[in-house]
């Protein structure tokens, strides 16, 4: 395409942004997701399910937190409150009793200003008391929700593998019903048929490729929390078991407790990260609670010579091979936790142990030598949280099969203005955790040992500043590091509003670690530093919002020329008055050298999903969504996304090989609550 035809386009791009959409969502609960989509694109997060995560923030929406009688563990599903505020919030309603509205959280001690603006799209004021106990079977049937959405995908292209491996049509669609009453219950079904996978044909012949049920129910007595068919847990730290993310790494502290529900339903369409069977939180005395867990599921594996050489995860089965490894092997995995919880410390003991019915052997190269291998495992341990004051302490120290791990975490909360957090993690390199997912640089815990510290501070009533540096350090080799090593990660953030309703950053990130250079089959290793630097303006008056984004990458390793990228994006977005419209359009220019240069831009995209893919080379990314709601009980989402390439005449490669350099898609959803 011609210069001149580009900057055309994009003069017309940011001539729109005047005559177009904005997000329907509250203000307030704008400003979480802003975290979520932040993180995202930071930490080149394209393929992490934000399915549950969002599901949660929706739920909250829909049944709000009673503080006057909100539980502990009630507010700890909020990620963004400190233990110190929970408390805090607690000790305010003993001394001075109910709240009367919502702007009495600004009298808490502790509590800021953002803090509560994030707090309000999840949490309510009621005067009278709501009904003890469990209700009624007769309330339930009266009272219930029922909720039905579905959603159809529609590519407007053809991948090379419909021609000659994939077994079924280019259309994605999921089907998700929930019965649900206030909090106290939750029992729905899942089905979901991914592209090129059969339906009611083949290995499919009852219908979608995955169905996936669950029931969860809450307060009955002394069952705190009762979950059967698929759901998800956390224990402690994450080094154990650790299925929802931490959004402790991120460019603001706000989000840096980890504190999630210990059981929570699985209702996502994701196929792999969930257990199957039943587990249940009792509480035995006032301060004391045990949660106690078994699951039976199949998994997808490939199986050579009867062991199981790698576990599949996608859940993709489009043709005969991927058929192949469905259901491969049986896993069964049971466990728990027995915990003490005082006002100003708790101690637990976790433990879990689980077995496959194959043996497995994956093809271990050298740099994974140490990795998970054999048929039957287990991790124990014990997690830890001090209160003194405005110091927060809390950890886990961990044993696996083979090797040891533990976190320690140390929170300063001066005041709701200034604060500082110091973790030191240290996971061994021969640390087995199937199931672990905690602090740290790499997908799991091990192999690695680092010290971070950051703080955050609002020195100025317009300003709020962040600073980190992480120094790690690797003991055993990496994917494409043949030798022990190091790195270093440093962030920096400046966001200024200078008016209720502009909100601007500057972000910027230093990372450098060590890499084989391509090709001496690890021969040479040297040093590299990437660089990343974002500005980022947002205007939003309510009903119109325009946000305009530049992204500049510089990645350049020790005896070789630097590669850079950057890239333009504007956002436009109209809610109307009512609330029953909204519209929004985005356009992105990327130009980059390479992959190592690639930018990460966030899309606004369904309901319950999250989208930031990753663009290298040079090209175009257009989207535009509508969203109609026919009062509360039916919405309508429509959404057109193109990505247009210049330097290229295809896209990818082998099966999902496009031969264009066009890339469109057509998505419709639509939600039904009675």
């Known amino acids: 395409m011609p210069r001149k035809a580009t900057l055309h386009i994009l003069f017309i791009l940011f001539s729109l942004c005047y005559f177009s959409p904005g997000y329907a969502q509250k203000a307030n609960t704008q400003l979480w997701l802003k975290s979520f989509e932040e993180l995202a694109e930071e930490y080149e997060m394209e393929d992490y399910d934000w399915e549950e995560e969002l599901l949660l923030l929706d739920r909250l929406q829909a049944n709000p937190i009673d503080l006057n009688r909100a539980t502990r563990e009630e507010l700890k599903q909020l990620p963004f409150l400190s233990d110190e505020q929970i408390e805090q919030i607690h000790a305010y309603l003993y001394l001075h009793g109910e709240m009367k509205t919502l702007n009495e959280l600004l009298l808490v001690e502790g509590m800021d200003k953002r803090t ?284 696996g099969k083979e090797g040891w791990a533990a976190v320690n975490r140390l929170i300063y909360n001066y005041s709701g203005d200034w604060r500082m957090m110091l973790i030191h993690r240290y996971y061994a390199h021969d640390y087995w955790s199937f199931f672990g997912n905690s602090f740290g640089d790499s997908s799991t815990p091990q192999n690695e040992n680092g010290w971070y510290l950051a703080t955050e501070a609002t020195p100025f009533a317009r300003w709020r500043l962040f600073a980190s540096i992480d120094l790690l350090s690797f003991q055993w080799w990496k994917y494409r590091i043949s030798k022990p090593s190091q790195g270093m990660d440093v962030q920096g953030k400046a966001t200024y509003s200078p008016t209720s309703n502009v909100d601007m950053y500057v972000s910027y990130r230093y990372r450098k670690k060590e890499r084989d250079v391509t090709g001496t089959g690890g021969e040479q290793t040297y040093p590299y530093h990437h660089h990343k630097l974002r500005y980022r303006l947002t205007w939003d008056n309510g009903c119109w919002q325009w946000r305009s984004t530049i992204d500049y990458n510089h990645f350049k390793q020790m005896h070789f020329d630097g590669k850079q990228g950057w890239g333009f994006t504007q956002a436009c977005n109209y809610v109307h008055p009512s609330k029953a419209l909204t519209i929004g359009i985005q356009g992105s220019y990327f130009n980059t050298d390479d992959y190592d240069s690639r930018v990460y831009i966030h899309e606004k995209g369904l309901l319950h999903t999250f989208y930031t893919p990753a663009f290298q080379g040079r090209g175009f990314r257009y989207s535009a969504n509508v969203r109609y709601d026919m009062g509360k009980r039916l919405m309508l989402l429509l959404k057109v996304g193109e990505t247009i390439y210049q330097n290229r005449e295809t896209i990818g490669s082998g099966s999902d090989l496009i031969d264009s350099n066009r890339k469109a898609d057509v998505q419709l959803q639509v939600r039904l609550r009675l």
């Not at 339930?140 to 579905?150: A, V």
């Not at 929802?244 to 196929?271: V, W």
């Open 116 to 399: 509560m603006e994030m707090m309000l799209p999840f949490v309510c004021i009621k005067t009278e008391a709501s009904t003890k106990g469990f209700p009624s079977v007769k309330n339930i049937l009266k009272y219930g929700e029922h909720e039905l959405i579905t959603r159809l995908d529609q590519p407007l292209y053809t991948r090379k593998g419909y021609s000659d491996k994939y077994l079924g049509t280019k259309q994605y669609h999921s089907l998700r019903y929930e019965f649900s009453y206030g909090d106290y219950l939750h029992a729905g079904i899942t089905a979901e048929k991914d592209a090129g996978e059969p339906l009611l044909g083949m290995h499919n012949k009852q219908g979608y490729d995955h169905y996936g049920a669950y029931v969860q129910l809450k307060r009955l007595g002394r069952v705190e929390h009762l979950a059967v068919g698929n759901y998800r847990l956390n224990m402690g730290e994450g080094l154990i078991l650790g299925s929802s993310f931490n959004l402790g790494r991120g460019t603001t502290l706000a989000n840096a407790y980890y504190k999630p529900a210990t059981i929570r339903k699985h209702s996502s369409t994701d196929e792999y990260n969930y257990f199957s069977g039943v587990a249940s939180t009792v509480r035995l005395h006032r301060n004391v609670r045990t949660t106690l867990f078994y699951s039976y599921r199949n998994m997808d594996a490939t199986i050579k010579e009867g062991k199981i050489t790698s576990i599949y995860k996608t859940g993709l089965h489009r043709s005969e091979s991927e058929a192949e490894k469905m259901n491969a092997f049986s896993m069964q995995t049971m466990g728990g936790s027995f915990r003490y919880d005082a006002n100003r410390w708790s101690i637990g003991a976790n433990g879990i142990y689980y077995f496959f019915d194959k043996e497995y052997r994956p093809n271990l190269q050298t740099y994974s030598k140490y990795n998970l291998q054999g048929n039957h495992f287990y991790n124990v341990g014990m997690d830890y949280q001090l209160r003194l004051g405005a110091l927060n302490w809390r950890g886990e120290v961990a044993k």
